[in-house]
């Protein structure tokens, strides 16, 4: 419910207007590299497929996405000019602390970029530069606003480096995020149809599946994620045109498929494969977008710009875990074998 408050102080902290405040030397440093790479664990890691897209497609650099525990002892062989991208909510992340030593000891010269959402933590200490994520404390255990307050200021960074590369783009992006936030604020004004469908679907299920094509396929990552980690419902995403290649076995009568379709360009595709799993008894529920929707899909989004409707379409599944959660009995904010700083 704080998501909505979190991206007007990401607005208001990072917008003059139509200008653009963030420091300079940090867009220069991350405009002239040859290739980014993006550093996270769990949700900071989904939220980092997200940003790839933006960096790529808006900005025109070059961008990779890597697990931070798996990056410390196997580090990939780099570009001439790298810059490093470090997504973390406390600041704190071992796994991060582990790339930024290892690195270091590499190269002296690489630059590192923190997103935080805690000023003067360690990593926002020891990295060169650090964009503040603005989302005030986010004290459950699941990553909820700090997940959305990371995509929509990577969102920025890209904007800013799509200007001073004097790249085209078809929409005003301070714009777009205030209509976001408008529409979280929707979905949460209408959160008793996420309730009534997770009472029927999900509260008696070992399993679930998520699936979704390009973004919806990133935001299906992070909504398994959210409901395997507060529920302990064995959920997996996957992409949808993957399913035929081996996953369809796992459908069997009664087992939940939760599809997202944002994107017209590809709706029709998972669409397809939302009567494959049907076929073979699974319970389907469809979130789509307005302009991908069809009659009978059990929940529609307020239409917003396409790029960024992740930010958007993750809120419905995170109140799907929220509900799971809760009518299971369990607690929500401190779910089992999980901690985390803050």
Same mark, same amino acid.
């Given at each position: 419910?704080?998501?909505?408050?979190?991206?007007?102080?990401?607005? &208001?902290?990072?917008?003059?207007?139509?200008?653009?405040?963030?420091?300079?030397?940090?867009?220069?440093?991350?405009?002239?590299?040859?290739?980014?790479?993006?550093?996270? *664990?769990?949700?900071?890691?989904?939220?980092?497929?997200?940003?790839?897209?933006?960096?790529?497609?808006?900005?025109?650099?070059?961008?990779?996405?890597?697990?931070?525990?798996?990056?410390?002892?196997?580090?990939?062989?780099?570009?001439? @000019?790298?810059?490093?991208?470090?997504?973390?909510?406390?600041?704190?992340?071992?796994?991060?602390?582990?790339?930024?030593?290892?690195?270091?000891?590499?190269?002296?010269?690489?630059?590192?970029?923190?997103?935080?959402?805690?000023?003067? &933590?360690?990593?926002?200490?020891? *990295?060169?530069?650090?964009?503040?994520?603005?989302?005030?404390?986010?004290?459950?255990?699941?990553?909820?606003?700090?997940?959305?307050?990371?995509?929509?200021?990577?969102?920025?960074?890209?904007?800013?480096?799509?200007?001073?590369?004097?790249?085209?783009?078809?929409?005003?992006? &301070?714009?777009?995020?205030?209509? !976001?936030?408008?529409?979280?604020?929707?979905?949460?004004?209408?959160?008793? %149809?996420?309730?009534?469908?997770?009472?029927?679907?999900?509260?008696?299920?070992?399993?679930?599946?998520?699936?979704?094509?390009?973004?919806?396929?990133?935001?299906?990552?992070?909504?398994?994620? @959210?409901?395997?980690?507060?529920?302990? %419902?064995?959920?997996?995403?996957?992409?949808?045109?993957?399913?035929?290649?081996?996953? !369809?076995?796992?459908?069997?009568?009664?087992?939940?498929?939760?599809?997202?379709?944002?994107?017209?360009?590809?709706?029709?595709?998972?669409?397809?494969?939302?009567?494959?799993?049907?076929?073979?008894?699974?319970?389907?529920? %469809?979130?789509?977008?307005?302009?991908?929707?069809?009659?009978?899909?059990?929940?529609?989004?307020?239409?917003?710009?396409?790029?960024?409707?992740?930010?958007?379409?993750?809120?419905?599944?995170?109140? !799907?875990?929220?509900?799971?959660?809760?009518?299971?009995?369990?607690?929500?904010?401190?779910?089992?074998?999980?901690?985390? &700083?803050?």
């Amino acid at each position: 419910h704080e998501q909505v408050g979190a991206m007007r102080n990401i607005i &208001s902290h990072y917008f003059d207007g139509h200008d653009v405040n963030i420091n300079s030397e940090i867009i220069n440093n991350v405009k002239d590299a040859d290739r980014l790479y993006i550093i996270g *664990c769990g949700t900071s890691y989904n939220a980092g497929l997200v940003g790839r897209n933006y960096f790529e497609k808006w900005a025109g650099i070059p961008t990779e996405v890597h697990l931070a525990s798996e990056f410390a002892y196997n580090v990939p062989l780099l570009s001439k @000019k790298p810059m490093f991208i470090f997504l973390s909510q406390s600041g704190e992340t071992a796994d991060l602390r582990a790339v930024l030593t290892k690195l270091r000891s590499v190269n002296a010269d690489y630059k590192f970029l923190v997103l935080t959402n805690v000023d003067a &933590s360690t990593l926002s200490r020891e *990295c060169d530069y650090t964009l503040l994520l603005h989302a005030g404390p986010e004290i459950a255990v699941a990553s909820t606003k700090a997940y959305t307050a990371q995509i929509t200021v990577m969102a920025v960074l890209a904007e800013v480096l799509r200007r001073t590369k004097g790249r085209p783009q078809t929409f005003d992006m &301070s714009h777009e995020l205030a209509v !976001i936030a408008s529409a979280i604020e929707g979905v949460l004004d209408e959160k008793s %149809v996420v309730k009534e469908l997770v009472d029927q679907n999900l509260l008696d299920t070992a399993n679930a599946f998520y699936i979704g094509r390009h973004l919806d396929y990133y935001v299906a990552m992070e909504a398994a994620l @959210k409901l395997k980690e507060i529920s302990y %419902v064995q959920t997996e995403s996957f992409a949808a045109g993957e399913l035929k290649h081996g996953t !369809i076995a796992l459908i069997e009568e009664g087992t939940p498929v939760i599809a997202l379709l944002s994107e017209p360009v590809v709706a029709s595709h998972t669409r397809g494969n939302i009567e494959e799993v049907k076929a073979r008894g699974a319970k389907t529920m %469809v979130i789509a977008m307005e302009g991908s929707e069809r009659e009978g899909d059990d929940i529609v989004l307020p239409k917003v710009q396409m790029e960024l409707a992740p930010i958007l379409s993750v809120v419905v599944t995170q109140l !799907i875990a929220y509900y799971t959660s809760l009518g299971k009995g369990l607690d929500v904010d401190k779910p089992r074998n999980l901690a985390k &700083s803050v």
